[in-house]
């Protein structure tokens, strides 16, 4: 019978409280739960044993998810979100799936033996446990002991669901004073172990869902996404929950409602920076791969033919239409919890402040919460590649390139020439600087040059240092882009002298070459349509513009040191051709006069060039031959074809 049942049999005031406890620790299994939902009911009962029996049912998931959603809402809530934070500080969150699997295998089997909880009897926490078993334990038979061997046990995905879903059923009832320090505490706790789940998207769908229950939107929650089933479905609307048994009747402190909101502004913004940087770079897709779609958006001509594009690849792969997905509830959210873009323009572009050495001490002001860098620039970036790529309703935000851009570069690029900036970071950089551009926000340019040439040093570095390649055609576009933007010539070509003698890398070195030539292109045209003489205050129209700095010696030069200067020399001998073919140039630039002297320079080049030839002919004989195909007599027989090019075009001007 139904009253034989040791959880039902023992219920107090048979035995007390704690010792029920007992009796439900060595009584519990999967079998048991429909029974114990019933018996949890009791408002009374599950206030005062509810906060312990969260870890004895965390084990039983997913059948006991319906248990643990009745202690949440009838359990004593202080007791029980204290709980619930420890387990979650308590998350196996570094052991491999298997191992924790086994170790949640050893605790079922704990759970499940009757019969050894019967012979051995009970701890002495009470008298009235022992024999409550006693009368009501019932055997278990071998084959549903093997059953419960092989039962899979919960993920750690599974665990978090659930005990997050708890959360938002335990906060709201917490009546206090100052419910924000329970609040802090909590957040505090599922941050670490959502850094945990991060490569599983249902992670991130619970964390905004959680946030969602606090925003007091009404909106209805989007269809579910196709589970891994380790996420459990969520349950119908569950009956009233209880109220506070310690609730107090005084009102909460004033400034709770905006301590509180800015709890929850800081938790979305460190989930953001945590979903975002945890983003795999998969086919040089980076990250959310704003810039790139940005650039083929704005530029559809400079599309490859026949190459997927970055819009295609989001659209076609079904991982990273969920990342659109996933990004497109934030700004909603942040709406919700009044998080304005000035809010996070705030935070990017202030200075960076000590860390509090008082930061364990719960926040007492919204002033001492702060929110994540990298997370505001995360959601300023997913707002506005919301409106510009999605067409999302809202204006479009105005962001200056010069200082705020500038200053966010500033703050988040301390070294650009390291290489090592995480590549979401450097695609939503890309992405806002080519998004004021854009905008025409350098119509107002900074009033300082130092600043305009801190800003392009770092985009160029960008170009050289960035390990994927589509964010260094981004960055040079927008470094391209950039430079030619400004009004003033001279401080165009400062840059482009500065990166040319300085620079450490070859290939900068040549795409600055590449500026001069566009550069100088661009003055000659100007000067064309306005039909002047001279060179009308523009250097780029003048000898000055070919710095000596262009024209190294390669015969001092090692071998290494040559061709490690390839694709400077390159960019060179295909802007002395241009000079040399274009009579209005060598007309304006006098390449082979006193101030150049290019074709000194190109006979050195030739001479370079076979000296290495016949060396490498001489002392390796047929190992010469065999490097002719590799990529070092490659590049060596391109620089010797461009100096035979420049050679044509020098005896075609010397008979003109």
Known sequence: ????????????????????????????????????????????????????????????????????????????????????????????ITEEEDADGEAQ???????????????????????????????GAASTSPTEEDAKKRRIPPTQLMKFSVLVDMLAILHPRIKTKHPSRFLSTSLQAVLPAYAALLTDNEATEVVLNFVKTFSGSKRPQLPPRKSSTQVLSQTPQQALSAPDPEGSDEPPAPEEDALQKRLLQSFLTF???????????????????????????????????????????????EDLHFRDTIIGRIPALMRDLNIRLDDLLQTLTEPDTPPNEDSDDLPSSASDVPLSRLGCLYLLCGTIASK???HAPGTHSSLHLFPTVSTIFKNLLPNPSSGTTPLPTVDSLLFLGHYAL???????????????????QTLSLLCATTPSSSLRYIAHTLTTSLLHAHPD???????????????????????????????????????????????????????????SRLFLNPLELSDDDFMAHEPFFLAVLNLVYLLFSSRELSARLDPTGETVKADIWVALMETGVRTRGMEWQGKEGKEYHERRDSETMSGLMLVESLVEMCKSAMKGKSED
């Open 271 to 317: 989930t953001a920076e945590g979903y975002i940087s945890a983003l795999p770079s998969d086919d040089d897709i980076a990250a959310m791969a704003w810039s790139s779609r940005l650039h083929e958006a704005l530029h559809p001509r400079k599309m490859v033919p026949g190459r997927r594009t970055a819009r295609e690849a989001f659209e076609v792969d």
């Open 438 to 456: 854009e905008n025409g926000s350098l119509n107002d340019p900074p009033q300082s040059d130092d600043v305009f040439i801190s800003t392009l």
């Open 105 to 135: 295998e050893d605790d079922g089997e704990k759970l499940s033996d009757q019969g050894l909880a019967q012979s051995e009897g009970l701890d002495d926490r009470s008298s009235a446990a022992p024999s409550a078993l006693h009368n």
């Open 388 to 390: 510009i790529l999605f």
């Open 489 to 547: 010539p001279q401080t165009r070509f400062s840059f482009i002298e500065d990166t040319i003698i300085h620079c450490p890398y070859e290939t900068l070195k040549a795409s600055a070459v590449g500026w001069l030539k566009d550069s100088i292109l661009a003055a000659n045209s100007a000067s064309s349509q306005e039909h002047t003489v001279g060179d009308n205050g523009n250097v780029f129209s003048t000898p000055k513009c070919l710095t």
């Open 1 to 92: 019978m139904a009253d034989d049942n040791p959880l039902r049999k023992a219920l107090p005031p048979a035995v007390d409280y704690l010792s029920y406890l007992t009796i439900l620790e060595y009584n519990l299994t999967v079998e048991q739960l429909p029974l114990l939902h019933d018996i949890l009911q009791d408002t009374t009962l599950t206030a005062n044993i509810g906060w312990d029996l969260v870890h004895l049912l965390l084990p039983l998931l997913p059948e006991s998810q319906l248990c643990l959603l009745d202690v949440a809402r009838l359990g004593n809530p202080r007791e029980v979100v204290l709980k619930v934070t420890e387990l979650l500080e308590g998350l196996s």
